[in-house]
């Protein structure tokens, strides 16, 4: 099993900047994928950005060349820098990990708020 741990949210103004961070621990599990999803209230989650072992990384079309993922050598570790927040960018932000056999480890989630 691998946990996460996220950190990096806050409170923000519109056009502002936040970085989160996610540190994956668990020994001799193989990780996939890493990425975040979000979940605004009385909305579904919805898949903000992720980044494959390969490096492959795919955003959604509303964080589309304001958010960049990244992440570390070793794979346990993601970022997710936030340019040009917007108020609609408001949620609480979930980490979450492929692993083998179709699993996935999920984060306790960090809130997101943009507002002026």
């Known amino acids: 099993q691998v946990q996460l741990v996220e950190s990096g949210g806050g409170v923000v103004q519109p056009g502002g900047s936040l970085r989160l961070s996610c540190v994956a621990s668990?020994?001799?599990?193989?990780?996939?994928?890493m990425g975040w999803y979000r979940q605004a209230p009385g909305s579904q989650r919805e898949l903000v950005a992720s980044?494959?072992?390969?490096?492959?990384?795919n955003y959604a079309d509303f964080v589309k060349g304001r958010f960049t993922i990244s992440r570390n050598k070793a794979f346990n570790t993601a970022y997710l820098q936030m340019d040009n927040l917007k108020p609609e960018d408001t949620a609480v932000y979930y980490c979450?990990?492929?692993?083998?056999?179709?699993?996935?480890?999920w984060g306790q989630g960090t809130q997101v708020t943009v507002s002026s």
């Open positions: 668990g020994r001799g599990v193989s990780i996939y994928a």
């Open positions: 980044i494959g072992v390969g490096a492959n990384i």
């Open positions: 979450y990990a492929r692993l083998p056999a179709a699993t996935t480890s």
